[in-house]
């Protein structure tokens, strides 16, 4: 019986948020890795350090590092930005901004750094 309830309830759900079997596969799935990916961060200790202003942003590493950093405005998402980064075998990375509009941001950093993958959000307010 508890079987049968649990299938119902899961395709009300699928069915309310007109997601496919694979779709819903998919965010879960991701979900699960910026999940890992966020924790790899703690447990490591490799939270990057970052200095935001309207001129650009510097990134810092504890490791090298390759991957992406997303900026989303949170007020029009027709600014929101997105740029590769590979730090070489450095850990520092500069990225310029010319032109960005001032506001809240929320910054995301996907990375990967000896072999293991990280996650790691952060907001930020440029005045």
Known sequence: MAVI???TARIIILNSSG????ESLNVSTSF??????????FVDKNEPSVKIDPNGIDLGFVQPAKGKVTLINVADENQNRSFHINSGKG???SIPLPGI???QWRLK???ESNGKNFFY???AFLK
């Open 5 to 7: 309830l649990a299938y």
């Open 91 to 93: 850990k520092e990375i």
């Open 32 to 41: 699960l890795y910026e999940q890992d990916a966020q924790k790899n961060v």
């Open 101 to 103: 509009s001032l506001g």
């Open 109 to 111: 950093f996907e990375w």
């Open 19 to 22: 997601l496919t079997d694979s």
């Open 121 to 123: 959000e952060e907001d």
